[in-house]
T-cell receptor, first 117, second 111 residues
Framework: EPEVTQTPSHQVTQMGQEVILRCVPI?????FYWYRQILGQKVEFLVS????????KSEIFDDQFSVERPDGSNFTLKIRSTKLEDSAMYFC???????????????FGPGTRLLVL | KQEVTQIPAALSVPEGENLVLNCSFT??????LQWFRQDPGKGLTSLLL?????REQTSGRLNASLDKSSGRSTLYIAASQPGDSATYLC??????????FGQGTILTVHP
């Protein structure tokens, strides 16, 4: 069964450093998302991406964050200058076809656990 | 701002019991609602998706219902098993795909 994959599974970085989290969505999917979950808290939406541009972003997704689909398979989240409060589990998700159809289920990857020291 | 609340926060039941998990939301302009399970330290596994035009969806021992007018969804698990132990999350979906999650219900099914 197709699945979303994410690399690395764990990343430790120093405050102020740049990190890039990588995701490979399910191959025929069109919509891509990033969420994060701070330990013990709710899963929070960061950004959605469709047709090579951001569809929607949350207040969390400020100028320090960016997303890119550099080729036909990868989807990346970059944090330019990490802060302590960026420590969280970051999840990538993808969904299939155009909204309004029945194939809108979001499939999540296993996550990247980011620790900022 | 959309708020999603899940009740109870935790539930512990003996194997074989039928149980109901509740999810409530504040905005009735829902597009869809997804139920997920999350195992400790893992990602989210999709269980069921209900479109706003639907009232319920079933998959095996799971049944999810949606009542837009009252802002509620329930997940019914029949004949619970120890393998069902996990955190169950509901996600309120908008037409752009953004999911807003509740805090989750931690389910423990003991043999």
């Amino acid at each position: 069964e197709p699945e979303v994959t994410q690399t690395p599974s764990h990343q430790v970085t120093q405050m102020g450093q740049e990190v890039i989290l990588r995701c490979v969505p399910i191959s025929n999917h069109l919509y891509f998302y990033w969420y994060r979950q701070i330990l013990g808290q709710k899963v929070e939406f960061l950004v959605s991406f469709y047709n090579n541009e951001i569809s929607e972003k949350s207040e969390i997704f400020d100028d320090q964050f960016s997303v890119e689909r550099p080729d036909g398979s990868n989807f990346t989240l970059k944090i330019r200058s990490t802060k302590l409060e960026d420590s969280a589990m970051y999840f990538c998700a993808s969904s299939g076809v155009v909204p309004g159809t029945r194939e809108e289920t979001q499939y999540f990857g296993p996550g990247t656990r980011l620790l900022v020291l | 701002k959309q708020e999603v609340t899940q009740i109870p926060a935790a539930l512990s039941v003996p194997e074989g019991e039928n149980l109901v998990l509740n999810c409530s939301f504040t905005d009735s302009a829902i597009y869809n609602l997804q139920w997920f399970r999350q195992d400790p330290g893992k990602g989210l596994t999709s269980l069921l998706l209900i479109q706003s035009s639907q009232r319920e969806q079933t998959s095996g021992r799971l049944n999810a219902s949606l009542d837009k007018s009252s802002g509620r969804s329930t997940l019914y698990i029949a004949a619970s098993q120890p393998g069902d132990s996990a955190t169950y999350l509901c996600g309120y979906g908008t037409s752009y795909g953004k999911l807003t999650f509740g805090q989750g219900t931690i389910l423990t099914v003991h043999p």
